[in-house]
């Protein structure tokens, strides 16, 4: 059975279904689907949808903390490459 538009593959709704699944198999779950997603350039709007499509699952199962993890802002890089990156910070 395949998934519904916001998961066609149905890969979150099975990461809720695997009994033991890990953090990290979460986190390779989750970007497979980012990277599948229709609409990459709005992806955290398709998180907060399937947080509201998830709710009734456990707040501390894995991929529902990976999908929260997901709304974060990343840390911006502070290593510069080449000679700079290599130079004791000033």
Same mark, same amino acid.
């Given at each position: 059975?395949?998934?519904?538009a916001l998961d066609p593959a149905g890969l979150i709704r099975e990461a809720?279904? $695997?009994?033991?699944?890990? @953090? =990290?198999?979460?986190?390779? $779950? ?6 599948? +997603?229709?609409?990459? &350039?709005?992806?955290?709007?398709? $998180? ?6 998830? %709710?009734? =699952? ?10 929260? @993890?997901?709304?974060? &802002? ?14 004791? %910070? +000033?």
């Open positions: 059975m395949k998934g519904d809720y279904r $695997i009994d033991g699944i890990t @953090a =990290q198999d979460c986190r390779v $779950i989750f970007l497979d689907w980012a990277i599948k +997603s229709d609409a990459p &350039d709005d992806l955290p709007a398709g $998180i907060k949808k399937l947080l509201t499509q998830y %709710a009734d =699952q456990p707040a501390q199962h894995p991929m529902t903390q990976t999908l929260r @993890a997901g709304l974060e &802002d990343a840390a911006k890089p502070t290593r510069r490459g080449g000679r700079a990156g290599r130079q004791p %910070a +000033s």
